[in-house]
């Protein structure tokens, strides 16, 4: 397949490796990744902080993008920039957009991605060929569980990856209570749900929390190096894209 990958703001200005680790993946998989280099934000913080038409700029520019006929698929490392894709961005075309903007994002919506979603729904895959041998929890999303309804995807991808001593993490699902401008209008009850989903983790032994929206991830590794616990953080595609090292040969 063709698949076009999404950066997203958060992997292209703070999480980098995120997003090498998912081309690198696909690459290894057998798919041609390709990087449009016009792709901006997706307008995710718009349309939640209430500025909806500022967001249209956005929207269009992620049609034009990732419109190309030749592209099979769009793929992004982070569940809630596409679920904005695949429920926000027809809002926005239809309330300040054209008619052809909106066909192009009914096109493009159909067509884009989480990773976990991509490799078990379209490609038919949940073993990789990964190699992990660490002890890692699997924090679910908000985004991920309840707008794009991914199930236990990634943790089937998780449990399918080599070496690696997956423990469940105790009320998994609960938020970790980020939610992007949530965390700054609402701080304490960000930081109070912040800290229950860290003892969770801490409970775990873990030495790696695993999730798959690197803004989730940074909230909660805030939360984790603050308290010098030692658990660090790591996308789901690092996982994904962690291979065994080939041991040397001497003659």
Sequence with gaps: MRIAL???CMGDTMFPNAVKATALLLTRLGHEVVF???QTCCGQMHINTGYQPDALPLVAN????FGDGSIDAVVAPSGSCVGSVRHQHEIVASRYGTAGL???VERVK??????SELLVDVLGVTDVGAYYPHRVTYHPTCHSLRMLRVGDKPLRLLRAVRDIDLVELPEADVCCGFGGTFAIKNAETSTAMLADKIRNVAGTGAEFCCASDSSCLMHIGGGMTRLQMGTRTVHLAEILASVEKPVAVTA
């Design 6 to 8: 999404f950066a997203t």
């Design 36 to 38: 449009p280099p016009g």
């Design 62 to 65: 992620f049609a034009d993008n």
């Design 102 to 104: 909106c066909g192009q």
């Design 110 to 115: 159909a067509k884009t991605y989480e990773l």
